[in-house]
């Protein structure tokens, strides 16, 4: 059984297959041969003849020579052989389907690639449609042919805590074994297109900006930094597209969208990958107050279309995603979760050395406030939440209100203890945007290696005027792993952040 990463060089197993690999070209068998196209795919003929009978399929295959063909291809996952009559079941792109092989109707040769066939092979068949005494749908073979040899043994069991590493790193495998984990990603392919769909209909326009970027910006955030060779510049991965998309904006593009990837160089946990995919979008002339409800119509809408109801299970909770969803500033969350004096520093300071937070570089009332809000509530916020107020401080590209100077008008959406969204009115006075500008580069010489560079251009394009717009992003994986009740994000990402194996056995989690 090959359930872990390990070297296959002397494993018996695959010695073997190698060693037919040899044989099939000694009897003129390329292993490894060209494509022959299948026709038809298992989920389309289970569709259609699933719901006759034995009787009916036998009766359809009378005369024999006048009976419709059809031909399948896949991988093998089934062998059983009983002398002269081999079972097998293949598995396409859409689902599985049996082969019915007899020497009696198959040539020598094309019989005996039957007999030594292995787990994983991947071949073409060619027959007609019938069921078997026990009602399983069949594909009676007239011919076969082998098209990929498999010289590694796929796993018996692919499963449990001692496979996850195996799972992560060799995801090839994972979808070859697990069924389960195929429809995940299906899933999100599918979460990805009605995304596009939902904003397309609005009249949004999706655009590509870089990803590589002169300066630090977008978002708080600690970057991943690169070289390059001819310009002889450091540049930087992109944390957030958001300064080139309201760039956009400026420029007449009054709705626009992005499905990007985006960088950030920080710790690795169930909710955390290095690497990750986000949607963000602006709308001019629209408040975060629109955009909290066409929110809430995007996530009614993508329950409906992926799961057929707004309620949901994630692990142990039944979750609603019908709108309209709760409300709460920052400073009722902490109230409605224990946090009591929410505006002392002793008492934040207090509980956060509970928690044993790093307080430098947050000494601030506000920030002690959402650091508290991060240790104590965001975890119990199970229901969809609209937490707001967010502190200026914390908000360098948000508006400020005009009643309250000190909060931004801004929103970030809980479900099931994650953050899922955030969006906000957009800063669109060049002054205040300069000053906020200038207080990251304070943080930044403070030692807080998350916050943000000046970016001149950007004053220069809010110089020319950025109409009053609001913006928002959405986190694409921790949407998945919601909808698909997926307890890690490594889980709906096909190809996750890992420490090379032969360093750890585990990437470090914090």
């Given at each position: 059984?090959?359930?872990?990463?390990?070297?296959?060089?002397?494993?018996?197993?695959?010695?073997?297959?190698?060693?037919?690999?040899?044989?099939?070209?000694?009897?003129?068998?390329?292993?490894?041969?060209?494509?022959?196209?299948?026709?038809?795919l298992?989920?389309?003929?289970?569709?259609?003849y699933?719901a006759?009978?034995?009787?009916?399929?036998?009766?359809k295959?009378?005369?024999?020579?006048?009976?419709?063909?059809?031909?399948?291809?896949?991988?093998?996952?089934?062998?059983?052989?009983?002398?002269?009559?081999?079972?097998?079941?293949?598995?396409?792109?859409?689902?599985?389907?049996?082969?019915?092989?007899?020497?009696?109707?198959?040539?020598?040769?094309?019989?005996d690639?039957?007999?030594?066939?292995?787990?994983?092979?991947?071949?073409?068949?060619?027959?007609?449609?019938?069921?078997?005494?026990?009602?399983e749908?069949?594909?009676?073979?007239?011919?076969?042919?082998l098209?990929?040899?498999?010289s590694?043994?796929?796993?018996?069991?692919?499963?449990?805590?001692?496979?996850?590493?195996?799972?992560?790193?060799q995801?090839?495998?994972?979808?070859?074994?697990?069924?389960?984990?195929?429809?995940?990603?299906?899933?999100?392919?599918?979460i990805?297109?009605?995304?596009?769909?939902?904003?397309?209909?609005?009249?949004?326009?999706?655009?590509?900006?870089?990803?590589?970027?002169?300066?630090?910006?977008?978002?708080?955030?600690?970057?991943?930094?690169?070289?390059?060779n001819?310009?002889?510049?450091?540049?930087?991965?992109?944390?957030?597209?958001?300064?080139?998309?309201?760039?956009?904006?400026?420029?007449?593009?009054?709705?626009?969208?992005?499905?990007?990837?985006?960088?950030?160089?920080e710790?690795?946990?169930?909710?955390?990958?290095?690497?990750?995919t986000?949607?963000?979008?602006?709308?001019?002339?629209?408040?975060?107050?629109?955009?909290?409800?066409?929110?809430?119509?995007?996530?009614?809408?993508?329950?409906?279309?992926?799961?057929?109801?707004?309620?949901?299970?994630?692990?142990?909770?039944?979750?609603?995603?019908?709108?309209?969803?709760?409300?709460?500033?920052?400073?009722?969350?902490?109230k409605?979760?224990?946090?009591?004096?929410?505006?002392?520093?002793?008492?934040?300071?207090?509980?956060?050395?509970?928690?044993?937070?790093k307080?430098?570089?947050?000494?601030?009332?506000?920030d002690?406030?959402?650091?508290?809000?991060?240790?104590?509530?965001?975890?119990?916020?199970?229901?969809?939440?609209?937490?707001?107020?967010?502190?200026?401080?914390?908000?360098?590209?948000?508006?400020?209100?005009?009643?309250?100077?000190?909060?931004?008008?801004?929103f970030?959406?809980?479900?099931?203890?994650?953050?899922?969204?955030?969006?906000?009115?957009?800063?669109?006075?060049?002054?205040?945007?300069?000053?906020?500008?200038?207080?990251?580069?304070?943080?930044?010489?403070?030692?807080?290696?998350?916050?943000?560079?000046?970016?001149?251009?950007?004053?220069?394009?809010?110089?020319?005027?950025?109409?009053?717009?609001?913006?928002?992003?959405?986190?694409?994986?921790?949407?998945?792993?919601?909808?698909?009740?997926?307890?890690?994000?490594?889980?709906?990402?096909?190809?996750?952040?890992?420490r090379?194996?032969?360093?750890?056995?585990?990437?470090?989690?914090?």
């Amino acid at each position: 059984m090959a359930d872990s990463v390990e070297n296959f060089e002397d494993d018996p197993i695959v010695l073997v297959r190698r060693k037919k690999i040899q044989d099939f070209r000694q009897k003129n068998v390329n292993p490894f041969r060209v494509s022959i196209p299948p026709k038809h795919l298992a989920a389309n003929l289970h569709a259609s003849y699933a719901a006759f009978t034995k009787e009916e399929l036998d009766a359809k295959r009378t005369p024999l020579e006048s009976a419709p063909r059809f031909s399948v291809a896949g991988r093998v996952l089934l062998h059983r052989s009983f002398g002269k009559s081999t079972f097998m079941t293949i598995r396409d792109r859409s689902g599985r389907i049996q082969l019915f092989c007899q020497a009696t109707k198959l040539d020598e040769a094309s019989y005996d690639l039957v007999k030594h066939m292995d787990l994983g092979d991947i071949v073409y068949a060619e027959g007609t449609i019938f069921k078997t005494k026990t009602g399983e749908l069949s594909l009676d073979c007239e011919k076969l042919a082998l098209l990929t040899k498999n010289s590694r043994p796929l796993p018996e069991k692919f499963h449990g805590l001692t496979d996850i590493e195996a799972r992560y790193r060799q995801r090839y495998v994972d979808l070859i074994c697990n069924d389960e984990v195929k429809k995940v990603f299906e899933t999100r392919s599918k979460i990805i297109q009605e995304m596009r769909n939902f904003f397309n209909e609005r009249e949004y326009l999706e655009v590509e900006t870089p990803m590589l970027h002169p300066l630090v910006g977008g978002a708080t955030a600690r970057p991943f930094k690169t070289y390059h060779n001819t310009l002889k510049m450091e540049l930087f991965m992109r944390i957030a597209p958001e300064l080139y998309l309201k760039r956009l904006v400026v420029g007449g593009f009054d709705r626009v969208y992005e499905i990007n990837r985006c960088f950030r160089n920080e710790g690795i946990s169930i909710k955390h990958n290095p690497e990750f995919t986000m949607l963000e979008f602006y709308e001019a002339y629209a408040t975060y107050e629109d955009l909290m409800r066409l929110t809430e119509d995007l996530f009614e809408r993508l329950a409906m279309k992926i799961l057929g109801s707004t309620e949901i299970t994630y692990e142990t909770h039944a979750v609603s995603l019908r709108k309209p969803y709760k409300r709460m500033t920052v400073l009722e969350a902490l109230k409605s979760h224990s946090v009591e004096n929410a505006s002392d520093k002793t008492t934040l300071v207090g509980l956060l050395k509970k928690k044993g937070v790093k307080l430098k570089g947050h000494e601030s009332v506000p920030d002690l406030q959402w650091l508290c809000f991060e240790q104590y509530v965001e975890d119990q916020l199970i229901q969809p939440t609209f937490i707001t107020d967010h502190p200026i401080e914390i908000s360098p590209l948000s508006r400020r209100s005009d009643t309250r100077p000190e909060i931004a008008e801004r929103f970030e959406l809980y479900i099931a203890g994650r953050e899922i969204a955030n969006g906000f009115n957009e800063l669109n006075d060049p002054e205040d945007q300069k000053s906020r500008f200038m207080d990251q580069l304070k943080r930044k010489a403070a030692g807080d290696e998350e916050a943000t560079d000046y970016d001149e251009d950007y004053i220069r394009a809010l110089e020319y005027g950025l109409p009053p717009t609001a913006g928002e992003g959405i986190g694409i994986d921790r949407l998945t792993m919601l909808l698909t009740n997926s307890s890690s994000i490594r889980d709906v990402i096909l190809f996750p952040q890992m420490r090379p194996a032969a360093t750890s056995s585990t990437p470090h989690e914090s």
